[in-house]
């Protein structure tokens, strides 16, 4: 089968058959992609209104909690969609042979995707569930308030260092 030019780092130096339907790693591709806007907003309303929250000592189990939740289960889904693309990208890349991984790595744009990209978004993900589940077991409002502003704010500042923006140069993706 002829692998589009599509998926350029997906496929990035690949000789191997697709091991599924091309319309499948588009569509996943383009929704994680897209997902990142959703995730960010819901982050940016999340850590502001635990920031509120906090300020006017007022309740986290309204809508702090409600956005926090929300931006939670975002990121769940586009973990769930990184590791599916990931799988692929390292298939497709080395053909699970160790010589070509470590061609694979040598090489700055794939390595960042491949490593750096899925890592720190890895980390800030837990980062998320952390901020949701002390928010959830704190003793206090305010404690409440405050774990979800302050590990939502670390996952999102990593996350937003982390995406492929199109200034990354050739390390960057689309905006879209
Ligand atoms: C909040 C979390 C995440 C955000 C906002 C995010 C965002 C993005 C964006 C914007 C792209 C570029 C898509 C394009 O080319 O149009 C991308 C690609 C990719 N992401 Fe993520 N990602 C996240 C988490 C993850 C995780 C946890 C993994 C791995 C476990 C992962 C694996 C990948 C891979 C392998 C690609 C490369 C696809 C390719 O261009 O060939 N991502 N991600």
New binding site residues.
């Given amino acids: 089968m002829e692998i589009p030019h599509v998926?350029?780092?997906?496929?990035?130096g690949s000789d191997e058959k697709l091991p599924a339907p091309y319309g499948l790693l588009s569509a996943v591709?383009?929704a994680?992609?897209g997902?990142?806007y959703l995730?960010?907003i819901g982050l940016i309303a999340a850590v502001f209104l635990a920031f509120n929250a906090m300020r006017k000592d007022q309740a986290w189990d309204g809508s702090p909690k409600r956005l926090g939740r929300l931006a939670m289960i975002?990121?769940d889904i586009?973990?769930l969609?990184?590791?599916f693309?990931?799988v692929?990208?390292?298939y497709l890349n080395t053909g699970l042979k160790m010589k070509r991984l470590k061609d694979m790595l040598g090489m700055q744009e794939v390595r960042f995707?491949?490593v750096e990209?899925?890592?720190m978004?890895?980390i800030?993900?837990v980062l998320i569930h952390i901020g949701y589940i002390r928010a959830k077991k704190a003793p206090s409002v305010r404690q409440a308030n405050k774990s979800q502003f302050l590990f939502y704010l670390i996952?999102l500042i990593m996350?937003l260092v982390?995406?492929?923006?199109p200034f990354y140069g050739h390390m960057g993706?689309?905006w879209?």
């Avoid at 998926?7 to 990035?12: A, S, Y």
Wanted: hydrophobic share 75%; proline share 5%; glycine share 4%.
């Fill in positions: 998926l350029p780092v997906l496929l990035f591709l383009h994680h992609s997902v990142r995730i960010l975002l990121a586009q973990l969609m990184g590791i693309l990931w692929y990208f390292i995707m491949a990209h899925a890592v978004m890895f800030a993900i996952a996350i982390a995406i492929p923006w993706r689309g879209f």
